[in-house]
């Protein structure tokens, strides 16, 4: 008997020898390009009889249910060919599991309704059943059952069995239960002897193992305990590629974009070969933290190691480049992309949105329905954030209606809230509030922060308090209700009132999460704090900022006091902007970089009017031209909060001085 056929079948009978034996059709089989050239081969079978073959009718099946080339996977037709086997072996009924249980969550019930079958049919399962089972489990958050096979297993004798553990333990991380998954790892990983167990064949380390580790740190990382995650990742004895990267996406995935680049210098340390999602999960920890310098490395990695820079690498490049402030080399890549696809056309219009470039936003997003595209809810959200930033009212209000009437598209509360921004922007508070209370889906906190920002920016209190206590009801920790409300009292000099806010804010344990700049200076990164004096070169930062201060003075500039909301003398109001983080960071980048080199600041909170009026003196005072780029986003603990909401959600502001000038809308 062939040695293959053995391998596949637990009986049945064999085609005449004097018809062709199935196994030379093989080949035809795996060159397969559609459905119909399958179906052909299926019928010759049928007409010699040969589908009686357990091996051949096998071979159809694993085509159908488990071909690496997914587009040729069809999981109805392998469930016809596999109800027509005469005799269903042990082999048929992992395909046929293994197929639905690698498609969607309602194929990944079928899968399990299929072991059921497979136990009535008092067929065993094996070592390659579990895995597959396991993975349609934690697809689907069947923990009762998935916890029913974990017992299956352990009868059969299983408990010893690489793969089987791990896919338990991806089981149990994927349905959140952590508890059980540490219990299942370090018994059967840490509790066993390390030397003997972990080491085989030369000092080679098992890849089963790895993935327990791998699946173990994605596990910490899902519930956002990076520092598990980490101390586990420094335990492993040997790394494979998939662990950097885990740890890379997870500090992303938990807003710990500094921490990401870090852990991904310490890769390169290590001369490891980066791979494809290396530089998809890297490439967003370095957009927000500003660091060019590394992403144009990453790119030209990308292109001389020949990576193929599809639409998700090509879009992770284009908001790369966007935002470190270099939106020309963002068109670039986007227009060198042999394909485009709405993921590209969406990055590139975020592109200008966060540049401020609402005009080629929208004209971006008329060359995307040009090519055929349609805009997708993603594309919708960078379209509108354009217009907001813009002021294009009626524009934002035109292609808002356009997504529901014209495309079909529900709209998320990211849409809502780009309207409520737009409108707030606008200086439409009214209308913006209305907008709100007449949406079908209830606001969240991101929605009343657009309006309260809107409220400060045009000075209405009234309203700001009103939407400030709702903010305080729905997130009572939450310091940015408390903060803003405190700064609209401190702009009117009612600092009894501010007084009060701190008091709340005191007594409730609500800590204001500190205003940080961040500059990346030749690959290395250097964070401040506001009157930060922790820095190796503190001394020279400080006596910079002071000739900074005098030639401003010189030059007849005075700052804007009213941006400091304490009750201060004159005097130390003038000190206390002095030494804000972003202007700290500014003069660490002028003593550190030659004349005309660009700076770019990275910052956590918005940028003042003082800071921005303060920065375009400072160049026009020929100090050094250089370029500051600076990035407005929320705090690293709010990116914490808002991790799981969309990335649009995070909006960012890219504001450029160069040659002394700096050219700001009043919609900033």
């Known amino acids: 008997m062939n040695p293959t056929q053995t391998l596949y079948s637990s009986g049945g009978n064999p085609p005449s020898s004097h018809s062709t034996h199935p196994s030379s059709l093989f080949p035809q089989i795996n060159r397969c390009r559609t459905m119909r050239d399958l179906s052909q081969i299926h019928a010759t079978f049928v007409k010699s009889g040969q589908m009686r073959d357990t091996l051949a009718a096998a071979e159809l099946l694993r085509f159908c249910a488990t071909t690496s080339d997914l587009l040729h996977r069809d999981l109805d037709y392998a469930h016809r060919i596999f109800t027509q086997m005469p005799h269903r072996n042990t082999f048929s009924w992992n395909t046929i599991i293994r197929g639905f249980s690698e498609s969607d969550d309602e194929n990944a019930i079928v899968a399990i309704t299929l072991f059921h079958e497979m136990m009535k049919d008092s067929v065993e399962p094996n070592r390659f059943t579990f895995p597959s089972l396991l993975k349609a489990c934690a697809k689907t958050g069947r923990i009762e059952e998935g916890k029913q096979i974990h017992a299956l297993a352990l009868k059969l004798g299983l408990s010893g069995d690489e793969f089987v553990m791990s896919n338990l333990v991806r089981m149990y991380v994927m349905c959140g239960l952590m508890r059980d998954a540490c219990v299942l790892f370090y018994k059967n990983i840490i509790g066993r002897d390390m030397a003997v167990n972990m080491m085989v064949d030369g000092g080679r380390k098992r890849d089963g193992e790895v993935v327990i580790w791998n699946v173990m740190i994605d596990g910490y990382m899902r519930l956002g305990d990076c520092k598990a995650a980490r101390t586990l990742f420094d335990q492993m004895r040997v790394r494979s590629v998939v662990s950097w990267n885990t740890m890379i996406s ?43 310098e590394l992403g144009e490395w990453l790119h030209s990695y990308a292109e001389s190691n020949r990576v193929e820079i599809d639409d998700v690498l090509g879009s992770a490049l284009i908001d790369m480049y966007s ?32 540049h401020g470039l609402a005009g080629d936003a929208i004209d971006c997003f008329c060359r995307m329905r040009e090519a055929g595209v349609k805009p997708s809810d993603v594309a919708y959200i960078n379209l509108l954030t354009a217009c907001s930033h813009a002021g294009l009212v009626e524009e934002g209000r035109k292609y808002f209606s ?37 949406m079908p889906v209830k606001p969240d906190d991101v929605i009343w922060k657009a309006l309260l920002g809107a409220c400060r920016m ?20 939450d310091s940015g209700a408390y903060v803003a409300l405190s700064n609209m009292y401190a702009s009117q000099g009612n600092w009894s009132e501010v007084s009060e806010m701190r008091l709340r804010m005191k007594e409730m344990d609500i800590r204001k999460d500190p205003g940080c700049s961040w500059i990346d200076v030749d690959g290395v990164l250097h964070e ?36 400091v909301l304490l009750n201060l003398e004159e ?7 002095h030494y804000h983080s972003e202007k700290i960071a500014v003069a660490f980048g002028l003593i550190s970089t030659t004349p005309g080199k660009p700076i770019r600041i990275v910052k956590n909170l918005r940028i003042s009017k003082s800071e921005y009026t303060n920065q375009q003196s400072t160049h026009k005072g020929n100090i050094e031209e250089n370029m500051v780029t600076h990035t407005k986003s929320i705090s690293n603990l709010a990116l914490q909060r808002v991790s799981n909401r969309s990335q649009q959600q995070q909006k960012q502001r890219l504001h450029t001085i160069k040659s002394g000038y700096l050219i700001l809308s009043k919609f900033t």
């Open 323 to 354: 935002k470190c402030g270099v939106v020309e080399r963002a068109v670039e890549v986007f227009e060198r992309l042999p394909r485009k696809n709405v993921i590209t056309w969406s990055a590139m219009i975020n592109g200008f949105a966060i």
């Open 458 to 477: 045009h000075g209405n209190v009234e309203m700001g308090k009103r939407v400030a206590n709702i903010l305080m009801d729905m997130v009572p920790q």
């Open 402 to 438: 356009q997504m529901v009437n014209v495309d079909g598209l529900d709209p998320r509360i990211e849409h809502y809230g780009c309207m409520v921004d737009l409108l707030g922007r606008s200086g439409l508070l009214e209308e913006a509030e209305q907008f709100i209370h007449n």
């Open 528 to 563: 401040f704090l506001v009157e930060d004096d922790s820095h190796p070169r503190a001394k020279d930062i400080n006596s910079k900022l002071a000739e900074i201060s005098e030639k401003l003075r010189l030059a007849g500039y005075r700052p804007i006091t009213t941006q």
């Open 250 to 292: 997870g500090y992303c995935k938990n807003g710990c974009f500094k921490e990401a680049v870090e852990i991904f210098c310490e890769m390169r340390r290590d001369d490891l070969r980066l791979s494809y999602v290396t530089l998809v999960s890297v490439l967003p920890a370095v957009s927000r933290i500003g660091s060019l």
């Open 571 to 577: 005097e130390d109001k003038e000190n206390a902007l």
